[in-house]
């Protein structure tokens, strides 16, 4: 019974994941090709964050320096893909339509915030979990203090860790699934044309 449980909720997983990543990715091929990357990004975010609900433990994308290079080795990848699949086609993502006289000011702009891409799914995870961690760590010593002095204090203090800790669940698929989709978005952009 619990093996049946345990496979519905993969079932679950994979129906979820799938459509985020359908919404995305319109050609077959590619959604089968690169769904398994998609599904491994997201159960490794999801892992690590609840691991990091354990008090005391190490919460490993909560270190910038993981989540860069996590983000900027998609990002590379996700590169090479959109030269290997669009050739010269690729470089339109940096080309807006808009008046000539404006063209290379703006491709630079789009090139700056292409490179930012991996910054910003670092520091986005980093950011989220780590400060909700921390408000977690400072209320749980800020309660052990409350208990030697006020019982009623440390009871209502206690109420709102436990939604604390509920929200931060919360936090931590819903990062999973932030990074998951974002990965999906610059997926398409390395196998799909697009047009500005």
Do not use: W
């Amino acid at each position: 019974r619990i093996i049946l449980k345990t496979n519905s909720l993969f079932v679950i997983l994979y129906n979820f994941l799938f459509n985020v990543m359908q919404q995305q990715i319109k050609e077959q091929k590619f959604l089968n090709k690169y769904f398994i990357l998609i599904c491994t990004i997201f159960l490794f975010i999801l892992v690590n964050n609840l691991f990091g609900m354990i008090p005391y433990s190490f919460v490993a994308t909560a270190q910038l320096g993981q989540n860069f290079f996590l983000s900027s080795s998609l990002i590379v990848f996700f590169t090479i893909l959109g030269f290997f699949y669009l050739k010269k086609n690729f470089l339109n993502i940096f080309v807006p339509s808009a008046p000539q006289a404006m063209v290379p000011f703006l491709v630079l702009i789009e090139l700056i915030s292409y490179i930012a891409r991996a910054f910003s799914l670092a520091i986005r995870l980093f950011a989220n979990l780590m400060s909700g961690h921390t408000l977690l760590f400072i209320l749980c010593a800020f309660n052990s203090i409350i208990l030697t002095s006020n019982f009623f204090g440390f009871v209502i203090a206690s109420i709102i860790i436990l939604l604390i800790f509920g929200l931060e669940l919360v936090i931590a698929f819903m990062q999973a699934y932030v990074f998951t989709v974002l990965a999906s978005v610059y997926l398409k952009d390395s196998t799909a044309e697009t047009h500005h």
